[in-house]
Nanobody
Framework: QVQLVESGGGSVQAGGSLRLSCAMSRTMYGTYVGWFRQAPGKELEGVACIKPRGNTGYAGSVEGRFTISRDNSKNTLYLQMYDVKPEDAATYYC???????????????WGQGTQVTVSS
C-alpha cells in the first residue's frame, strides 16, 4: 500500500503563489503521479501529472501557471502554483500509480487532500 500525505494548502490571495507537497511512502517509478482537485459542487479535475518517462502534462486551465515536479531523493511530489485565481480554490489530491495522465479512474493511490482557498 502506498501512503500519500499532502501538505502546503491554505489561503492565498488571488495573483499569489502557493506550493503543495506530497510525501510518498515509496518511489513510484514507471507510473504516472500527479495532482487532482475538486471544488465544492464540481467534478473532480486532473490538474497535472508526471509521466513515467519524466515529461509532464497539464490541464489547460493551469498550464503556464502551475508547475509539477518531484524530488526522488525525498520521495516527494510538488505542485507550484503561480498567479492563483479564485477558480483554483479546491481540495487538491496527490495521486500515484496511474496509467494515464489526467484520468482520475486510472489512479489507485490517493492522498487525503489539502484545501486551497483563494481570496480576491
Amino acid at each position: 500500500q502506498v501512503q500519500l500525505v499532502e501538505s502546503g494548502g491554505g489561503s492565498v490571495q488571488a495573483g499569489g503563489s502557493l506550493r503543495l507537497s506530497c510525501a510518498m511512502s515509496r518511489t513510484m517509478y514507471g507510473t504516472y503521479v500527479g495532482w487532482f482537485r475538486q471544488a465544492p459542487g464540481k467534478e473532480l479535475e486532473g490538474v497535472a501529472c508526471i509521466k513515467p518517462r519524466g515529461n509532464t502534462g497539464y490541464a489547460g486551465s493551469v498550464e503556464g501557471r502551475f508547475t509539477i515536479s518531484r524530488d526522488n531523493s525525498k520521495n516527494t511530489l510538488y505542485l507550484q502554483m503561480y498567479d492563483v485565481k479564485p477558480e483554483d480554490a479546491a481540495t487538491y489530491y496527490c495521486v500515484a500509480g496511474g496509467t494515464s495522465c489526467l484520468g482520475g479512474r486510472d489512479y489507485p493511490h490517493w492522498g487525503q487532500g489539502t484545501q486551497v482557498t483563494v481570496s480576491s
